[in-house]
């Protein structure tokens, strides 16, 4: 599995960025997927995770209400709708494929993952 994330790019405060993540082959064979950053000089850190079917997500409480992950398994795609953007969230962005079907924070439980995309947010 090949997966490219695409969308970063710089904005300001307040704004509003959409993530993409596209996957080489299916995902839908039953692979929970999420996203990941990594701020500089920081750990990577969960921000978002949705179950095969799209039925379960879970968001870092740092994001929660603000960003929205969804999927397209037709079309092997995953994406995150980030609003309201504050300068904290300025990282790089990782998409990961998980190892079960399931919605899951911890990154161990990934198997796959994307080159990134940066997110830098203005103040």
């Known amino acids: 599995v090949q997966l490219q994330a695409f969308g970063g790019g710089l904005v300001q405060a307040g704004g509003s960025l959409r993530l993409s993540c596209s996957a080489s082959?299916?995902?839908?064979?039953?692979?929970?997927m999420g996203w990941f950053r990594q701020a500089p000089g920081k750990e990577r850190e969960f921000v978002a995770a949705?179950?095969?079917?799209?039925?379960?997500?879970y968001y870092a409480d740092s994001v929660k209400g603000r960003f929205t992950i969804s999927r397209d398994n037709a079309k092997n795609m995953l994406f995150l709708q980030m609003n309201s953007l504050k300068p904290e969230d300025t990282a790089v962005y990782y998409c990961?494929?998980?190892?079960?079907?399931?919605?899951?924070?911890?990154?161990?439980?990934?198997?796959?993952w994307g080159q990134g995309t940066e997110v830098t947010v203005s103040s």
């Open positions: 990961a494929v998980a190892r079960s079907s399931a919605a899951t924070r911890s990154a161990e439980r990934y198997q796959y």
């Open positions: 949705i179950s095969w079917r799209g039925g379960d997500t």
């Open positions: 082959r299916r995902t839908s064979s039953n692979n929970g």
